[in-house]
Each structure stands twice: as structure tokens, then as C-alpha cells.
């Protein structure tokens, strides 16, 4: 049977047989103080919604803008890759073409070689059939007239003592008129001395004998009649004869004769800096054609005729072709510590390369291709001094396009041509225009490296004529060349005749 309750314990709120907890309600401030920390926890719960759904939002966009760096890299990494390829192709091409320019050259200069040996065999044979035939008419003409010269030999005979001294007399004359030399070919002093040697008695026959028969062979070819022109000659030797001579006369008063003297020899104890220094400039010269470290470089030409695409090729190499590979190995042309390039245009695309391969070769010290190596570009606003470098490491630095700056920087440029080798400093100027370069560093250069700068005839001749004897024809051969879209090197530090002073590309001499 349920319980049951009155009206007064309901409406009261009190129920019987409930335990005293449950027979009253909670009053209206608790529960006001329960919703409103509800209300609190409600709203956190919101915040912390909202933090979590600003830092998911946040993350996707990292996540979003990291997978566009990845997909960015990945492509940057496919050109590499390309452009890497593309010069492995293009190095093996260019070893094709240098292999077989060389080997052309040897060809063509054995052919010069077989042809000048033809040439001379063709003279020699040619010079020994004259000596035969002068031969044979001088052997004609003797014998014609050996009774003429068998009637005069013995009156000739005392005419031995005349010729010798005549001789002698000949010589006093060339010693007076030097009384000291040198002989070039011993490095001995010759002086004089007063005992001079006498003539052998076989040396003055000898001498006489040969004097008797072209005096008597001149004197015959002059006449028609051989007997009748000798006749006069023998008198004159007769009153010759007549006059008192010694057979073996002394040297006259006043005449020097001439002795050797060697002198000691002067040591000298200073060293060549140039040849003890010479195995660092070999380090810094990889390669035989590239050029001889330290040295200082000039380059012209229009722009877009290749000048920055073979001076990144030279301060590159042959290296990526082994990056690539990962092997150790390669070489850079011009193997210097440092390179800086100073000019107006740090984002250009070649620079910007060169700059990453070098970044690849200096960063891992493990690595089978590791070179302590540095790039920088700088503004010509910064162009350092000469006497901040360390002679210790060598310093390649490249100055573009910079031959109207103001005269300022040209003159902290030419500072490099002057002084930069006492600083193991090599300096290379690029420029559009030949004759808007200074004269110091025209005159201080030891390399010219000619493009193609649209050039006529005329003005290439006034470049090369410092250069070579034969301007027509060179201006011919070079103004053709760089038509062609070719390059023509200078190496001014080699004599003239020398085939690689003047040179197609660094590595061919020119024809």
C-alpha cells in the first residue's frame, strides 16, 4: 500500500518517511550559483574551441605554404638536375672539339714541317748541283792554264813574307780601332797583350799559297789572252820582291794584339721571389691553357657575346660533372681560394649559379670533392683596398661592367692592376668597349680577351697593333673569327713568335 501524504507536507516540501536531504529542495541562490558556473565552464569550453580551431587553421597554412616550399624545391631541383646534365653534355662536347682541334693542329703543323723539309731538300739539291757545276768550270779553268801558273810559282814564292805582313797590318787596324771587347759567346774580356803569337811557317804557305792562285786566277779571267795579261804581273811582283822583308816580320810599333782574360764570376745570392712562389701560382693554374696565376685580365665585348658564360666556365670547370657523380676529383680553371665579383647586377643568373656550386663544394667537409672555398658579390661602392687582403689565400676578383663609373672607383680599380700580385691578387675587368678602359690598366694587363664588340675593321687594327708586326693580316684572320661568334686571347707575358701568344679560345693557337 502506497504511502500517503497530506496537503500540508506536499505544499511545505516535506515528504514523510524521506530522509531529511530529499524532503527539501535546493534553494534558489544554489541554484543560481550552479548555472552560472555552468555558464563559466560553458564559455572556456567555447575559448578553448576557438583556440583549438585558430591553431588548426594555422597549421593547415603552414602546412599548405610547406608543401608549396616542397613542391618549389622539388622543381628548383628537376632544372638543376636538367641544367646539370646539360653541362656534363656540353663539357664532354667541348673535350670532342678540343681533342679534335688538337689533333687538327698537330696535323697541320706536321704538314708545315714535312713541307719545310721538302722545301729544304729541294734547295740542297738544287745548291749542290751549282757546287758542282762552279766546281767543274773552276777545275776547267785551272787546268787551262797550269803552265801560266807553273811559270810564276817560283817568283810567287818570295812574295810569302809580304802577304804576312799584310795580314798582320790588317789585324793591328781592327784591334786599334777596339782595343777591348768582349767575346759574347765565352763571357771572357779580351785585352791586349805584348807577345803576340807568330805565324807557323806551314800557316803563312798555306796562306800564300791561296792568295797566289786567286791573285793569278783574277788576274787571267780578265784577258783574252792569258800569257800576255801575266806578263805585267810578274814584273810588278818582281819590284815587290826587290824590297827587303823578314820572312816572319814582328807586329809594327803602336799595334796591340788581343789575348782572352776570363774574369771571375759574380755571384749573386738573391732569389728569384717569381720562382720560389711559382709552385703556389701552379696550385692556383689547373689547367696548361688557363692563364699563368697571378695575372691580370682584360675582357671585352658587346653585350651577349659570352664574356660572364667563359669566365663562370673558367672559375668552374670541369667540378660539377664530379659533384654530380659524388666522386672525388675534377678541377676548377682557375683554382683560386677566393672569388668576388663587383658590379651592378648581384641576381645575375650565371654568377648566381657559380655562388650555389661553390656554397655545394666548401659545405661538407667529408666530401670527396671538399674545397675550402669562398663566393661574394659586392657593390663598386665597396671595392676594398689592396692591404686588406692576405697574401695567404689566393683572391680572384672580377669587375663588370664598370668602365664608366665615376673616377673614384676607377682609380681603387686600378689599384688591383698595380699592386694585387704582391697580394697573390688576379683582377679581370669586363667591359663592352675597348678604348673606354683606363690606359693604366690597358698597359698594366698581361691578358686581352677580344668578342666580338661590333667592331669594324679599322678599330680592331688599332687594338692589335701593340700586339703584332703583321696588323693587315692578323686583323684579317682575328675580324673573321669574331664574326663567328669566337673569342681571341692575348698572352702577353710570351715572346711574339711564340704560337700560343696569340690564341683561338684559351686552348688552340691561332692559324
Known sequence: MSRIHTLSDIGEGNKLGDLPSNRYPPSRTELENLLNQANQDREIAIECGNRLTHKC???????????QDLNRSNKGKEKLSKHTYQLIDESKIKILETNESKEITALCSMKKILK???????????????????ER???????????????????????????????????????????????????????PDENPPIPEESESRDFVSSQKADIILESVSQSDDGIASVTPYLEQQKNLITTPIELYPRIPAGVIPVIKVIMQKMKLFLMDMDKANKHVASRCQSHPASPTWP????????????????LANLFLGDKAEYIYKGKKGGRRYISCDDLIVCGYHPDEPK?????????????????????NIRFSYISSEKIPNVKTFSPERSTAIVFEDLCLASEHIQNRIGQFFGNGRHR??????????????TTFMRENANYLVLFNSGSSYEDVSKIIRR???????????????????????????????????????FDTPLD
Not at 779553268?141 to 817560283?154: M, V
Not at 695575372?295 to 667563359?310: A, L, W
Not at 682575328?478 to 704560337?499: A, Q
Request: net charge positive.
Open 467 to 505: 700586339y703584332t708586326d703583321d696588323v693587315k693580316n692578323a686583323s684579317m684572320v682575328i675580324n673573321s673569327y669574331l664574326r663567328k661568334g669566337k673569342f681571341i686571347v692575348f698572352d702577353l707575358d710570351r715572346p711574339e713568335d711564340d704560337p700560343l701568344a696569340i690564341r683561338l679560345r
Open 351 to 371: 654568377w648566381a649559379f657559380v655562388r650555389y656550386m661553390y656554397g655545394i663544394i666548401s659545405k661538407d667537409l667529408k666530401a670527396p670533392y671538399y674545397e
Open 116 to 134: 719545310c723539309k721538302l722545301e729544304s731538300t729541294q734547295k740542297d739539291n738544287e745548291l749542290g748541283s751549282k757546287i758542282n757545276e762552279i
Open 424 to 437: 697573390n691578387i688576379s683582377c679581370i675587368f669586363v667591359a663592352q668597349t675597348y678604348h673606354k678602359i
Open 295 to 310: 695575372f691580370r685580365m682584360i675582357v671585352t665585348g658587346n653585350s651577349g657575346s659570352g664574356k660572364t658564360n667563359i
Open 137 to 191: 768550270l773552276k777545275t776547267k779553268a785551272i787546268g787551262g792554264e797550269e803552265k801560266n801558273i807553273s811559270a810564276i810559282s817560283e817568283p810567287t814564292k818570295s812574295l810569302a813574307p809580304y802577304l804576312v805582313h799584310k795580314k798582320n797590318m790588317e789585324k793591328s787596324e781592327k784591334i786599334i780601332n777596339s782595343p777591348i771587347h768582349i767575346d759574347s759567346r765565352s763571357d771572357d774580356v779580351i785585352i
Open 57 to 67: 587553421s594555422i597549421l593547415d597554412k603552414d602546412n599548405k605554404r610547406m608543401q
